[in-house]
């Protein structure tokens, strides 16, 4: 494991991982310490005027499925309650991180439907919340962000590779750069002192047959992505799809046992989601 992180850091060498912000860094311990209060936790995000438009339009946004609109932060902080509000900040900080231009921007679309993919399999889901899993929908791919970053026009063939071929991807990646984005993706996660879960459904997001994953909850979170990450490959490629992605999605549906026309409901409400947008 520390030789593929080493790995992982010379492929991305000079190129720095993003900090985490100050807000999140405050805003973690007061919710672990003994006294946390909703008044204390909105002073903490409203500090971040960017952070806190953008996590109040996530918590008012189909994702969150309110039954009504949040109009302040500690409105939403009272709606969601902390740890859950905590998940949606992390989330809504890595947005604003990377820039909006080239490929990154396609990177980071492809990531935002993914997370509202996500948010709406977990209904389907024991033990993976809404916010979990759209954190875990905008994360997976925080690698390919990284490699983006590093060489925008060696990457991109990669990354638009990636939509047909969710398996291959890691071998061509291992070839060019000695190490591979999932693994490039758990070098930020552990600086972002993401949930150990998360941190291994990252590293294992493209493993073929979820089978393989002991864990429970991790291997619900890499079934999910593969269904969203179908889902997903199939609006922005058509009808086409090749046999990997195809088995790629097979392996997550059955793992989660979701019927297929459940799928069909997600893909229609994505792609109404994503037109709106």
């Known amino acids: 494991m520390q030789d593929k992180l080493k790995r992982a850091m010379v492929a991305i060498h000079g190129v720095k991982i993003p900090e985490l912000p100050d807000e999140i860094l405050e805003l973690d311990r007061e919710i672990n310490s003994k006294f946390a209060n909703i008044a204390n936790v909105a002073d903490i995000i409203e500090k971040n005027t960017t952070l806190s438009g953008e996590l109040l339009k996530v ?30 900040v992390v989330a809504s900080a890595l947005k604003n991180l990377f820039g909006d231009k080239g490929l990154i921007k396609d990177v980071m679309d492809h990531s935002v439907d993914v997370a509202f993919c996500m948010a709406d399999i977990s209904e389907w ?23 983006a970053s590093k060489d925008e ?7 638009s590779n990636s939509m047909s071929k969710p398996v291959a991807i890691l071998a061509t990646e291992e070839r060019l750069y000695n190490s591979n984005h999932a693994m490039i993706g758990v070098l930020m996660a552990k600086k972002w002192k993401l949930p150990i879960d998360m941190i291994q459904a990252i590293m294992f997001h493209h493993t073929p047959e979820c089978s393989r994953i002991k864990n ?17 490959a199939e609006i922005s490629l058509g009808a086409y799809r090749g046999e990997e992605m195809k088995n790629y999605e097979q392996d997550g549906l059955e793992e989660l046992m979701i019927p297929y026309e459940v799928v069909a409901e997600i893909r229609t409400a994505v792609m109404s989601y994503t037109m709106k947008s």
């Open 216 to 232: 429970d909850k991790v291997r619900a979170l890499v079934a999910m992505i593969k269904v969203a990450n179908s889902i997903i």
């Open 59 to 88: 918590v008012n946004s189909p994702i969150m499925k309110l039954r009504n609109p949040c109009t302040s932060i500690r409105e939403a902080v009272s709606a969601l309650g902390l740890d859950n509000i905590y998940n949606l």
């Open 125 to 147: 889901v024991d033990d993976v919340t809404r916010d979990e899993a759209y954190m875990f929908g905008l994360f997976h791919n925080c690698g390919a962000l990284l490699l």
């Open 153 to 159: 026009k060696k990457y991109a063939p990669l990354f």
